[in-house]
């Protein structure tokens, strides 16, 4: 009956996650992490700062870009902003001010583009802002797995143990029955 349920819970969350509310709740809840929301906040924010400075690098008129960039981010409460970003720009807005209303971009990530948009170098602007969240990822990486070594130890300990207190009961009970 428990593998049935497991089987069926399974189903039922991985049908949930397929929604757009799912997703929107699972996507949430990975920023939200304390060890791997960094890690998933800095590979989108380098994924949209590359992209998007490439995109205006080649010519790609802004609204197009932010566009093109909200179908390549992953995480979708990160595409929502920016879709709120272009819908924005669109009456007249810069990039930056929008991206810093949600609360979904971090404060540095906004005022370095705000200072691009400034001086006229946005694509300058947004590779660097890409080059600082890939070494915010490298070091969020070494610190996520400087974290699991010691968790998967204790975890390989436990089930060593495991089988070896399981083997010795064995071994117990066969010699406690053989004195009888």
């Known amino acids: ?25 699972k996507d949430r809840a990975l920023l939200r992490l304390p060890v791997a929301g960094s890690i998933v906040r800095a590979n989108a924010f380098a994924n949209f700062a590359h992209t998007l400075g490439t995109l205006l690098a080649n010519g790609v008129q802004v609204l197009q870009a932010l566009a093109i960039v909200e179908h390549t981010v992953d995480n979708s409460i990160i595409a929502k902003a920016i879709r709120g970003a272009k819908d924005r720009v669109t009456d007249g807005s810069t990039i930056s001010r929008p991206l810093s209303q949600d609360g979904v971009f971090p404060r540095l990530l906004t005022d370095m583009l705000a200072i691009g948009e400034e001086s006229g170098d946005m694509a300058g602007a947004l590779e660097h802002i890409g080059k600082r969240y890939d070494n915010e990822l490298d070091r969020a990486v070494k610190v996520f797995t400087t974290i699991l070594e010691p968790i998967m130890m204790l975890l390989i300990a436990v089930g060593v143990g495991f089988v070896a207190i399981s083997m010795l009961m064995a071994v117990f009970e066969l010699t406690s029955g053989l004195n009888t």
């Not at 009956?1 to 709740?25: H, Q």
């Open 1 to 25: 009956a428990l593998a049935i349920g497991g089987v069926f819970g399974f189903a039922a969350l991985r049908r949930l996650l397929r929604t757009p509310a799912g997703r929107d709740w």
